[in-house]
Nanobody, 114 residues
Framework: QVQLVESGGGLVQAGESLRLSCAAS????????MKWYREAPGQQREWVAT???????EYAERVKGRFTTSRNWPRSTMYLQMNSLEPEDTGVYYC????????WGRGTQVTVSS
């Protein structure tokens, strides 16, 4: 059974930073691409970033240059460093992995006040 557990969310002011974590278990983390999504109130869930097994990352235009994703294989953990946060970044952030099925964490709330 794959488990993805997000942490690190919180309430910050615009311009501040947060680092989210996603602890993964039950999959071969070393070879599995990982993704971040977010869901703002009243909006559809949107893709934020992908990091492949080699550490190459892709980002949505709205976060490019402000967010950085990374992964630590021995710890089976993915990170999302979020800088220069904006109120529009408010939402629940989810970790996603496709390993013999599509798996999601329960999310962590990020709230950015203006």
């Amino acid at each position: 059974q794959v488990q993805l557990v997000e942490s690190g969310g919180g309430l910050v002011q615009a311009g501040e930073s947060l680092r989210l974590s996603c602890a993964a278990s039950g999959l071969n983390f070393k070879i599995t691409p990982m993704k971040w999504y977010r869901e703002a109130p009243g909006q559809q869930r949107e893709w934020v970033a992908t990091i492949d097994a080699s550490g190459r990352s892709e980002y949505a235009e709205r976060v490019k240059g402000r967010f950085t994703t990374s992964r630590n294989w021995p710890r089976s953990t993915m990170y999302l460093q979020m800088n220069s946060l904006e109120p529009e970044d408010t939402g629940v952030y989810y970790c996603n992995a496709y390993w013999r099925g599509d798996w999601w964490g329960r999310g962590t709330q990020v709230t950015v006040s203006s």
